[in-house]
């Protein structure tokens, strides 16, 4: 009769059987023979580093046997197509829901893209409609509080699907909003400037440069300071002090109210030929800081910024990129600061010391707005109820 093999004899066996296998797998990986019955064969290629990983192990587990085992029946198993990992991202991407925002009204009345969520802001699974037949399917509907007024009375009747968002949006200062009656708890969400709203759209942000930018040179310059206004109002602060300022240093204003009328096409050519720009808002509230800001500086010029504090633009743009009208006791020592900044190009220089990191990108009104609340929507799922609207803007 013969006798059973004693344990040490059948350890060494099955050690030398798995240095064996991973010998022939190590063989195939690096060779490649056309041979369809190694274990680890091209049909099963993306898990040649799981049964090598496996099969180096052997030695240092007790249970070899097991894992010799385990290293063909994964392959044996699993799909030969494509690793598991990128078929479970493609499943979970090719099943997340689409997110509907329906715009109710132009703002404005002025159309955007509905379709670029993706290309502009690499938002994707959205979708913007501005047709009002899709209303009960939206997840969210975008209100532009300028534009429904009116409205008011006839949105508290409306019914509305239970976990559907009413988004009030606006960009404009409070001074220059209505306020609405009736619509203190009538919307989940708030879309603004301010940086304390639930989806914050800022006029403007400073990104970092990129390899496509071109390197920045300061464009040629033929005026001292411009300014160009469309709302001229007697009662507001920025009135009076260009009225004081100008008496100290010349300044090439534009607008209706001088007959010098700019369109669109010649704004940033004048811009970008004055050295300093009066970027005066129109009314003083925190976070509100506009294109005012952002236009000049992305055009290569010098800001002098009248509204918030110079803490809050900080918050913004770096503190050496603008001039605060509050850094000088009278207008008159602003003017004789910027006709020293003319006369010194170095000094002038270091106000552009910023654009070596960073680009201006300004935001797409209504636009991204509308992108931005769905990528927000998509995201967060919760219950949320914006209570008294108009006593947070207003105050």
């Known amino acids: 009769m013969t006798s059973k093999p004693s344990t040490g004899r059948l350890q060494h066996i099955v050690i030398a059987s798995a240095l064996l296998l991973c010998s022939a797998v190590i063989f195939y990986m690096y060779y490649k023979p056309t041979m369809s019955w190694l274990p680890c064969s091209d049909t099963a290629l993306p898990k040649q580093d799981v049964c090598t990983e ?30 598991p990992v990128l078929e479970k991202e493609d499943t979970t991407n090719t099943h997340e829901p689409e ?21 502009n802001y690499g938002i994707k699974g959205c979708r913007l409609t501005l047709d009002r037949n899709e209303y009960d399917k939206a997840h969210a509907v975008m209100f532009h509080v300028r534009d429904i007024g009116g409205e008011v009375s006839n949105l508290q ?62 464009p040629e310059k033929n005026k001292l300071v411009c300014w160009i206004v469309s709302n001229w109002n007697g009662n507001l602060k920025r009135v009076g002090y260009f009225n004081e300022l100008s008496q100290h240093i010349k300044v090439e204003a534009y607008g209706r109210h001088f007959g010098r009328y700019i369109n669109s096409e010649d704004y940033s050519q004048v811009v970008s030929s004055c050295k300093f720009y009066l970027s005066f808002e129109n009314s003083v509230y925190i976070d509100y800081i506009t294109e005012k800001l952002f236009n000049p500086m992305r055009l290569g010029t010098v800001p002098v910024v009248l509204g918030a504090s110079r803490e809050n633009y900080e918050e913004f743009v770096p503190k050496d990129s603008f001039i605060h009208v509050d850094d000088f006791k009278t207008a008159q020592e602003l003017a004789e600061h910027l006709k020293l900044l003319d006369q010194n190009q170095e000094m002038y220089e270091k106000y552009f010391a910023w654009r070596k990191d960073y680009v201006v990108k300004n935001s797409n009104f209504g636009q991204e707005h509308a992108c931005r609340i769905c990528d927000h929507v998509r995201r967060y799922k919760n219950y949320r109820v914006f209570k008294n609207v108009n006593k947070w803007y207003w105050g």
């Open 54 to 83: 496996e099969c180096l192990r052997i030695l240092k587990v007790e249970n070899q046997t097991q894992i010799i085992t385990n290293c063909t029946s994964v392959q044996e198993k699993t799909p030969t197509t494509q690793s």
């Open 99 to 119: 997110i509907v925002v329906l715009v109710w009204k132009w703002p404005f009345g002025v159309p955007f893209d509905l379709e670029s969520c993706e290309s």
């Open 157 to 218: 009747t409306l019914s509305r699907p239970p976990r559907q968002k009413w988004v009030w949006m606006n960009m404009e200062s409070p001074a220059n909003s209505p306020r609405l009656p009736g619509a203190d708890d009538l919307f989940n969400l708030t879309s603004n400037y301010r940086r304390d709203s639930d989806i914050w759209v800022p006029y403007g942000q400073l990104i970092d440069i990129s390899e496509k930018d071109e390197p920045f040179k300061i």
